[in-house]
């Protein structure tokens, strides 16, 4: 490849994938490369004018790339050779692109921040109209290396929101989790809506963005209802949520199948508590209800008597009536009027009579509401009581007790290692006690060994130091008894009986050495000269 042929070659053999003619100027160069024009000249024009393009910033640098660039395979240890097979000149116009995205890319990244920028056009992707196609359950025609696809999943996606001690409008903490069941709507506004807001995303991040939105929901309609709607009622309380959530996730272009409360739960107990008032509750109804029924058993009885009494009254009534019948005929117009004074009278009194009854009724049915009303104004009295003995008296003395067991705790952990801290010294003091009585012994038989040596090598020398060294021994120990006696007197009669004593004292004295030390002084020359002597 000659220098000539960056130059040489039609500009418009760029856009021909057929291999490039001979060398015009040099009819030696075979080269067949399409990189040569499509990127070496761009290089080289490039850099003579990079200086000017710096001095006159803001510039700019455009390169015609392509999208065939992805099919790019550059091989540098033939570079500039042309590419084997068929589709030889369309790959080697492929590196050609490619190199020019890469220059591209390099030049920008240089002159960043001088004012120059770079860049690297594909021509085919500024044709055409830019209207977007959206293709579900069917298919479509895709140009390679020029249609750009992509795929978003249509599948439902279960989703599990979870909200951990939210306070309700009563301030208690609840947990809340559910289950819901999403999808992309496939309607033609919403589903560019979505490709819009999810495309180029994993299904993964879908339901991440769906997730917080209910959370978020779900935590907001917490906060505004009570823990007996939210407990008692939870298709109400997920209805409410879908409705309120729907429109949001809607403008995502996702649909909310359904939505369902899976466990309501607190870690204070209230909705324990809650189950006890409400059994309390039915207890009480119950009782009021057996109540009730007696009552309505004790009436019923009451109608079967008047009733009987009533047939008694009309049998006695048609007797009196066959009297009056009788009377009357005596005399109809006084007896019609006692009779008719009578009956009114006796209606007056009836009535009286009903109109009392319906007022003792409704002063007993305002009793037992104002009862209810006090039992129930009781129980929630007994429940407040039994939370502020908790938050008073059970939670404190449960801290002060689990305070005082970690500190006995900690005094045992104590005493534990001071007990074997002191046994380790008992331990080592022994082990030094020991070592010290052991070396004592060591030095009292290699001194006993060294004086049977030198009492071998020396003989009477050496025993006669031995006696010299034990004489002030032997003589504290004779002396011992004399040494409370404050005067001695020797009395001798005419016989001079004082020397005789003396010589027997003497005559003692190897015996008494001989029993101490083991030493036999009668051996010696000079005390055989001695006891000779006073023998």
Not at 400 to 422: D, H, P, S, T, W
Request: aromatic share 4%; net charge negative.
């Amino acid at each position: 490849m000659c220098d000539s042929c960056i130059w040489t070659w039609p500009a418009c053999a760029r856009y021909a994938p057929s291999p490039a003619p001979s060398c015009v100027k040099n009819p030696t160069c075979t080269s067949s490369s399409t990189t040569p024009v499509n990127h070496l000249g761009h290089f080289l024009l490039t850099e003579l004018l990079l200086e000017r393009l710096r001095s006159c910033a803001p510039s700019r640098v455009v390169i015609v790339a392509s999208s065939a660039h992805r099919a790019a395979r550059l091989r540098l240890h033939t570079l500039g050779s042309p590419a084997p097979g068929p589709l030889g000149p369309f790959q080697d116009y492929c590196d050609s692109k490619l190199a020019n995205v890469l220059h591209a890319r390099e030049l920008a990244a240089r002159l960043r921040g001088t004012g120059v920028a770079c860049y690297a056009a594909h021509p085919g992707g500024c044709c055409g109209s830019d209207v977007k196609q959206y293709v579900y359950g069917g298919w479509a025609w895709a140009w390679w290396c020029i249609t750009d696809t992509q795929r978003i999943s249509l599948e439902i996606m279960t989703l599990q929101p979870r909200c951990e001690d939210v306070e309700t409008a009563e301030g208690v903490a609840l947990t809340v989790t559910g289950v819901a069941q999403v999808k992309i709507m496939t309607e033609k506004e919403l589903l560019a809506v979505a490709c819009e807001q999810f495309l180029g995303k994993n299904v993964q991040d879908v339901k991440n963005v769906v997730l917080q939105t209910l959370e978020g929901h779900l935590r907001s309609i917490l906060g505004t209802l009570t823990v007996e709607q939210i407990y008692q009622d939870r298709d109400q309380f997920a209805k409410l949520v879908r409705e309120v959530a729907a429109p949001d996730v809607g403008r995502m272009g996702i649909e909310i199948l359904s939505f369902t409360i899976k466990d309501v739960y607190d870690k204070v107990d209230y909705l324990s508590s809650l189950g006890k008032t409400q059994t309390a509750a039915v207890r009480r109804d119950a009782d009021i209800g057996v109540a009730e029924a007696e009552r309505d058993a004790g009436i019923r009885e009451a109608q079967c008597k008047k009733e009987m009494l009533d047939v008694k009254f009309m049998a006695d009534t048609k007797i009196a009536e066959s009297r009056r019948a009788f009377e009357l005929q005596k005399a109809a117009f006084s007896e019609e009027v006692n009779i008719k004074t009578a009956e009114a009278q006796l209606a007056y009194e009836l009535q009286s009579a009903r109109e009392q009854q319906k007022i003792r009724q409704e002063e007993i049915e305002i009793e037992v509401v104002q009862r209810k009303k006090q039992i129930d104004v009781e129980e929630k009295e007994i429940i407040r009581m039994e939370k502020e003995l908790i938050a008073t008296v059970k939670r404190p003395a449960e801290a002060e007790a689990y305070r005082i067991q970690q500190i006995a705790e900690g005094e045992k952990v104590k005493q534990v290692l001071l007990a074997q801290a002191e046994a380790e010294k008992i331990r080592k003091i022994g082990e030094a006690e020991a070592f010290v009585i052991e070396a004592i012994g060591m030095a009292e038989a290699e001194r006993m060994k060294l004086k049977a040596e030198a009492l071998q090598q020396y003989g009477e020398a050496a025993q006669l130091a031995l006696v010299l060294d034990a004489l002030p021994e032997i003589a504290a120990k004779v002396a011992a008894p004399l040494s409370k006696v404050d005067e001695i007197v020797i009395l001798s009669g005419e016989n001079n009986s004082t020397m005789s004593e003396v010589n027997r004292l003497l005559a003692e004295i190897p015996a008494s050495v001989r029993a101490l030390t083991g030493v036999d002084l009668t051996k010696i020359p000079l005390i055989q000269k001695a006891t000779g002597a006073q023998a």
